[in-house]
């Protein structure tokens, strides 16, 4: 098994949506996690991007907020953040997560750069190996300042909810295209 843990700030918005759409994405080989930097302790899915996802088939119901600490990002085999400033709070808790941290943008960029390595079966041996080549993919593509954040919807329209759900459903595709090719 492989363990994403998916970073944004309230873990109410983003990153739960992303937990449940990467998760029903990929095979049962990758668990998807996730964690807020200032998460609303054990607050479910915000409604608006509950009943976004639940039309989706998706079922927010049994989430919980949390906090990020340093152990579920040692624990993690790949880390996804909404924002750069995400990132850099994940590295403050764990800084040797540099080389497996990367925006839920910049990952899908990578894969496609570097496709899914010869010979894997899973999504997670298909991710590992991206993971793996990563950093020398980041050099090259220089993906650091051209992947954007994910916008916080928290407190906004509805369609501010449905851009970015739909931002993540689009990111997950063509990172799980990626690693199927």
Do not use: K
């Amino acid at each position: 098994m492989l363990s994403v843990l998916v970073v944004c700030t309230g873990n109410i918005c983003r990153s739960p949506a992303a937990q449940l759409v990467l998760d029903a994405a990929l095979d049962d080989s990758v668990v998807v996690t996730s964690a807020g930097t200032r998460a609303v302790v054990g607050a479910p899915v915000a409604p608006p991007m509950a009943r976004l996802v639940a039309r989706r088939g998706l079922d927010p119901a049994a989430f919980a907020a949390r906090d990020l600490t340093p152990d579920l990002v040692r624990a993690a085999d790949v880390v996804l953040t909404m924002t750069r400033r995400h990132r850099a709070d994940v590295l403050d808790l764990a800084p040797a997560a540099l080389r497996r941290s990367f925006l839920f943008t910049e990952l899908p960029a990578i894969a496609e750069a570097v496709g899914p390595g010869d010979g894997a079966t899973t999504d997670a041996a298909r991710l590992a190996a991206v993971v793996a080549a990563a950093p020398r993919a980041r050099a090259v593509l220089d993906l650091a300042r051209h992947a954007p954040d994910v916008e916080d919807p928290y407190g906004r329209s509805d369609e501010v909810y449905e851009r970015v759900l739909g931002t993540i459903e689009t990111q997950t595709d063509r990172l799980v295209a990626a690693l199927r090719r």
